[in-house]
């Protein structure tokens, strides 16, 4: 008799996990027909608010569980194992819901294959704060700070790897109590599904040490952000990094430099999606290197959108290593929309063959308001509101998605803007703190 219960999960408009539970032996018939879930609960915002939205209550979607996207982690001296599929909703007839946050994503890798045969790689940065510690904090980056909780560590190191999320590292980071994992990268879906899985172990694994880890971008208004930047690139048939051309000056093909610019003519549209909350604006912002402004750099930390060359010293190693970072991104996303509406700006940049902006290698902060004028660099929106506004004034951006699933997005987003404008900022940083 198999013990434990498997979750079968999938993430919504406003960057949650949600689940449904079986016992295992219900797994097999759940793989072919999934389960029902009422999609009004599409409209639900972080807390127990629902805003208004199109379904009634007949509509239902199956979550049907996609067996290459799950973690697992065995029992252990009394700990209960740890079992998560994600899913797709599946319209009865077995076609995608068009309001599927994993849906979008595998669209725009549809149209990134088929127009470009191209395949998308990418790994993100989980950073998050960790309370309920009884230590008293330690400096940043140093062997103490990891060393506060060493069993945490520890385990999760071992818990990612045996989730088979393949971990890179996990360091202490600037802020108090502040940790941050990266993992390999990986190909297309997985790529937003090993973002999901793993910031999910790693709350998993807090709990056994009685640690709550949060992921909100601002736990509190003079916390160290909490960015999930995004690194990746794009793959040809052969499996050759089609990002990487030697012979440019910024070592980016001409493809990427397209995609570059295409992300950076839609950023202010492109972050209701990717810092999609009231706290993602307190992130947000120069000299913190969460990036206040629609840039483009080298190596640059203050830059929304920058080249990262890889360390190698051999040829084959710095293609392989070269990639893209973009930074205005937090875990009150659902990393299917970061990744889908990422691809979706740049092919926009790439069809219209737009070209590279000149590279800023300051923080553009620093500069004159002329500069940046020259430079092309405009600010990030201060405000969910505005970010909502920029993409309803950017009708490419507003194609991406289906009517349904852009106006019931935007009418959840406007919900939660208005909720938090009734509150102090410091009770809205406390409320995501709790959720996210
Ligand atoms: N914590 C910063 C952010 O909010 C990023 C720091 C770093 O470069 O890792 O994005
Ligand atoms: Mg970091």
């Not at 079992?83 to 890798?109: H, I, K, M, V």
Request: with cysteine.
């Amino acid at each position: 008799m198999a013990y434990g219960i498997t979750m079968l999960g999938w993430v919504d408009y406003v960057g949650l996990t949600r689940c449904r539970a079986v016992p295992p032996q219900q797994l097999a018939s759940r793989l072919e027909h999934g389960l029902g879930w009422a999609v009004a609960g599409q409209a639900l915002t972080p807390f127990a608010e629902i805003a208004p939205n199109p379904w009634g209550p007949m509509a239902e979607v199956r979550q049907v569980p996609d067996p290459s996207a799950h973690a697992c982690l065995p029992a252990y001296e009394g700990r209960a194992p740890f079992d998560l599929y994600l899913c797709d909703s599946l319209n009865p007839d077995g076609s995608s819901w068009e309001c599927c946050t994993r849906g979008f994503l595998r669209q725009a890798l549809a149209a990134l294959e088929s127009e470009f045969g191209l395949r998308f790689f990418g790994a993100f940065e989980h950073e998050f704060t960790l309370s309920g510690a009884t230590s008293p904090a330690a400096p940043p980056f140093t062997v103490e700070a990891l060393r506060i909780a060493p069993r945490f560590t520890a385990d999760l190191a071992d818990a990612l790897t045996q989730a088979g999320l393949e971990p890179e590292t996990v360091e202490p980071e600037y802020g108090s109590m502040q940790y941050e994992v990266t993992t390999a990268p990986a190909t297309g879906l997985a790529a937003a599904d090993r973002a999901i899985l793993t910031r999910e172990v790693i709350r998993e694994v807090a709990r056994w040490h009685g640690l709550r880890a949060t992921f909100s971008p601002k736990p509190s208004l003079d916390a160290v952000g909490n960015g999930a930047h995004l690194h990746f690139s794009f793959a040809d048939a052969d499996g050759s990094n089609v990002t990487y051309d030697p012979s440019t000056s910024s070592q980016a093909s001409p493809f990427a430099q397209g995609f570059i610019a295409g992300v950076l003519d839609h950023m202010p549209a492109l972050v209701a999606y990717t810092a999609p909350s009231p706290v993602s604006y307190l992130r947000l912002g120069p000299h913190h290197w969460s990036c206040g402004f629609a840039s483009f750099g080298i190596q640059n930390r203050e830059a929304a959108i920058r080249i990262c060359p890889s360390p190698a010293r051999d040829p084959a190693g710095q293609a392989r290593g070269f990639n893209l970072e973009y930074r205005p991104a937090d875990a009150t996303a659902s990393p299917y929309m970061i990744v889908g509406a990422l691809i979706q700006a740049g092919l926009s940049g790439v069809r219209r063959q737009l070209p590279l902006p000149p590279a800023c290698d300051v923080d553009p902060a620093e500069l004159s308001e002329a500069r940046r004028h020259e430079l092309g660099i405009v600010p990030l929106p201060a405000t969910l509101s505005e970010a909502l506004s920029a993409l309803e004034a950017d009708a490419i951006a507003s194609s991406w998605m289906p009517e349904t699933m852009r106006r019931s997005y935007v009418d959840l987003k406007r919900l939660e803007q208005k909720l938090a404008e009734a509150q102090p900022p410091e009770e809205v940083c406390r409320r995501h703190a709790a959720v996210y």
